[in-house]
């Protein structure tokens, strides 16, 4: 059974860092594309960064392009969201996603991914 477990969220003022990781069970961790997520309430889950299994040159949404960087390390089955210069519209419950197959020009879909984390509450004060 696939399982994503998610730590490291938490509340922080305007200009702070958070660092979020996952930790991957039950799967081969590097055949499988990864992908952190956010979702506020009454909006779609948003693609926030993803990386392919090949890890090639990662996606970023335009809102966090020099702020975030996405990371993963196959040998410990997990995957990180170093998250720096944080603004109150980050604001958001974070989750981690995984799946086999995903082409790189879909990683940003969240219905492209069948596993996720239970996901952690980001939040930024201004």
């Known amino acids: 059974e696939v399982q994503l477990v998610e730590s490291g969220g938490g509340s922080v003022q305007a200009g702070g860092s958070l660092r979020l990781s996952c930790a991957a069970s039950?799967?081969?961790?590097?055949?499988?594309?990864i992908g952190w997520f956010r979702q506020v309430p009454g909006k779609k889950r948003e693609g926030v960064s993803c990386?392919?299994?090949?890890?090639?040159?990662?996606y970023y949404a335009d809102s966090v392009k020099g702020r975030f960087t996405i990371s993963r390390d196959n040998a410990k089955n997990t995957m990180a969201l170093q998250m720096n210069s944080l603004k109150p519209e980050d604001t958001a419950v974070y989750y981690c996603?995984?799946?086999?197959?995903?082409?790189?020009?879909?990683?940003?879909?969240?219905?492209?991914?069948?596993?996720w984390g239970q996901g952690t509450q980001v939040t930024v004060s201004s």
């Open positions: 990386i392919s299994s090949k890890d090639e040159s990662p």
């Open positions: 996603a995984a799946d086999r197959g995903i082409i790189s020009t879909t990683l940003r879909i969240a219905s492209q991914y069948d596993y």
């Open positions: 039950g799967l081969t961790f590097d055949d499988y594309a």
